[in-house]
Every structure is written in structure tokens, then in C-alpha cells.
């Protein structure tokens, strides 16, 4: 079954505590995002990868950084959270396109993050 | 620049009414795609139905239309015969050509189908 996996689903940790949010994808896919999703906001992009050891920041990087060693892993590092990084989170993956076809992003099932 | 806008952050429908979302976008990319996503209170983004930017007809989907009118860069989201299930919060999306690695968000729009 084509999916994107990530874990921790849910996590509460108190800040400066470094944490680390796993997602993996089954499908080959080039691309792979994070998104993190606030109230009023929607979701925005943090970071992007568009294949191995190849990534880029996206709208709202601060706090953040990413690797992409393996094809199929992209795994979202804070550092040292703080409160305002308090929020779901998506991961994201999709084929790579010279147009915008109708290949969506997959996205995995989200992680909710409380850090307090 | 907010590159989606989606007015209404709530709505309230009749159990097998029909409802309409609003969506506006802006692009200079003459490609482009326009997706919504659902995403129910259990939290995952569940893709509803897609319309790129040179398909002539309006996409349709079982019970999910796309109303897109390209000049007003609209792209509003009709659900028919509405029912409890469709409660849920709904994005409208866009990715451009010039960005395909990413999706730009609306805010979002919460509807609730009463019985």
C-alpha cells in the first residue's frame, strides 16, 4: 500500500528539548515537505526536499532543519523547541513535475506537537 | 502575498442540501493546478478532487465539483446532497509550475451539515 508514514503521532515535551519527527514514504517519490498547519492559517511549508541530499527551505523554516540521506526518509529536526512550535505537523511527499499535473503530495497522517 | 483566500471560515448546511466553498487564487504561472482536501476532525488531509489550469471542463468527482472560472481565478468547491460525514474542515490548494515542489494552503473552511 502506497503511504506516507510518521511518527510520533502525538508528543508533549518541554522546551529546548530536542526532538526528532520521522516521516518515510513507499513510493519513490523525488519530493518530499513539511508542513505544519495553525488555526486561520492553513498549512505552510517548512521545508522541502527534492531528492536525496538535495533540500531547501520553504515558507517558515526558523526552528527547523531537515535531512534527506535516503530516498525515502525525511526526518524533521527542532533543535530546540519552543512553545510557538506548538502545532500539527505534515509530511509530504510527491513525484517530481515540470508541470502541475494531477500528481498530488501524499500526506502522512500528521503529528501533533505540545511543547510546553 | 496570500496566494489562496478562502473567505468563509465556517458554514452550516442541511443534511442532502447542496453547499458551495469559495476559492480564489493568484498566479502569474500559466500552469498551474488547483486541488481541495479534506480534512476531517481525526486529522488527515484527505484529497478530494484536482483542476488544472488548461482543462476546459470543470472537474467532478462522485459528489465533489469543481466551479472553475480561470479569468475571475476562482475555484470554488460544490458538494452535492450534503451528508453527516462531509462535516470537516476543507482547504483549497494550489501548485504552480514555477514551484512544484510545494502547495500553497488556503486558510481553510469549516462546515458543519446539520440533521
Known amino acids: 500500500e502506497a503511504q506516507v508514514t510518521q511518527n510520533p503521532r502525538y508528543l508533549i515535551t518541554v522546551t529546548g528539548k530536542k526532538l526528532t519527527v520521522t516521516c518515510s514514504q513507499n513510493m519513490n517519490h523525488e519530493y518530499m515537505s513539511w508542513y505544519r498547519q495553525d488555526p486561520g492559517l492553513g498549512l505552510r511549508q517548512i521545508y522541502y526536499?527534492?531528492?536525496?541530499?538535495?533540500?531547501d527551505k520553504g515558507d517558515v523554516p526558523e526552528g527547523y532543519k531537515v535531512s534527506r540521506k535516503e530516498k525515502r526518509n525525511f526526518p524533521l529536526i527542532l533543535e530546540s523547541p519552543s512553545p510557538n512550535q506548538t502545532s500539527l505537523y505534515f509530511c509530504a511527499s510527491s513525484l517530481s513535475r515540470g508541470l502541475a499535473g494531477e500528481e498530488t503530495q501524499y500526506f502522512g497522517p500528521g503529528t501533533r506537537l505540545l511543547v510546553l | 502575498a496570500q496566494k489562496i483566500t478562502q473567505t468563509q471560515p465556517g458554514m452550516f448546511v442541511q443534511e442532502k442540501e447542496a453547499v458551495t466553498l469559495d476559492c480564489t487564487y493568484d498566479?502569474?504561472?500559466?500552469?498551474?493546478?488547483l486541488f481541495w482536501y479534506k480534512q476531517p476532525s481525526s486529522g488527515e488531509m484527505i484529497f478530494l478532487i484536482y483542476q488544472g489550469s488548461y482543462d476546459q471542463q470543470n472537474a467532478t468527482e462522485g459528489r465533489y465539483s469543481l466551479n472553475f472560472q480561470k479569468a475571475r481565478k476562482s475555484a470554488n468547491l460544490v458538494i452535492s446532497a450534503s451528508q453527516l460525514g462531509d462535516s470537516a474542515m476543507y482547504f483549497c490548494?494550489?501548485?504552480?509550475?514555477?514551484?512544484?515542489?510545494?502547495?500553497?494552503f488556503g486558510a481553510g473552511t469549516t462546515v458543519t451539515v446539520r440533521a
Open positions: 490548494a494550489m501548485r504552480e509550475v514555477s514551484n512544484d515542489y510545494k502547495l500553497s
Open positions: 526536499s527534492m531528492n536525496v541530499e538535495v533540500t
Open positions: 498566479t502569474s504561472d500559466p500552469s498551474y493546478g
